[in-house]
């Protein structure tokens, strides 16, 4: 198995941020064998054995592999399109010739939802983030358009068992979660 080649097919608005574009590439190889392998490396992978695809982040970018093609999101133009996709073709070869020394990770994981978070907040809508209600932040945060910081009475010694276990839930996600002193600190 190799990625020969890629060729971006269809260049869309973003869904996700309207001032961005989605992309979509052909590719030629084999590339779905290499996604067991992906998943075991990659950190917050969504991978769907059954249905052959296999979804992570790259900063705020969003990857999705099909066995035939590949979508890209939130991409800024088609120059950072073809910088991913030369990435990703690097990725792919060097994980499948390296695949001897990992174990094929065939787990498939669930995508967040909000309300997988909310269970997790404080749970006041005590609007101090600025929004509405805590479901409001759970969409938000998932969508990378506003920081757990931000949530202030999370950091309270109060819910310091939910913090952990959204950081800890966050992080399995792949999503980024703040780093010292938030983790620790109280409001
Ligand atoms: S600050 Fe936190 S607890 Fe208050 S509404 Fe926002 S998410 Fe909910």
């Known amino acids: ?101 990992i174990q094929p990770d065939y787990t498939m994981r669930q995508e967040l939802k909000p309300t997988d978070i909310i269970k997790l907040l404080p749970g006041t809508n005590c609007k101090k983030c600025g929004l509405l209600t805590c479901l409001a932040f759970a969409f938000k945060l998932l969508r990378d358009q506003i920081g757990i910081e931000k949530c202030a009475p999370l950091f309270s010694d109060e819910f310091t068992e939910k913090r952990k276990l959204l950081f800890e839930t966050l992080r399995n996600a792949g999503l980024k979660v703040p780093a010292e002193p938030f983790e620790s600190g109280n409001s």
Request: hydrophobic share 40%; charged share 25%; net charge neutral.
């Open 1 to 101: 198995m190799s990625f020969n080649a890629y060729k971006i097919t269809r260049v869309l608005p973003c869904l996700a941020d309207p001032e961005k574009i989605r992309v979509v590439a052909e590719v030629l190889g084999e590339i779905q064998k290499v996604f067991p392998y992906l998943n075991a490396t990659l950190e917050g992978c969504i991978y769907n054995h059954p249905a052959l695809t296999l979804t992570f982040k790259k900063g705020d970018k969003i990857i999705t592999l099909h066995p035939l093609h590949i979508t890209l999101t939130k991409i800024d133009n088609e120059e950072e399109a073809e910088k991913i996709l030369g990435w990703l073709q690097n990725l792919v070869n060097e994980t499948y010739l390296g695949r001897d020394k």
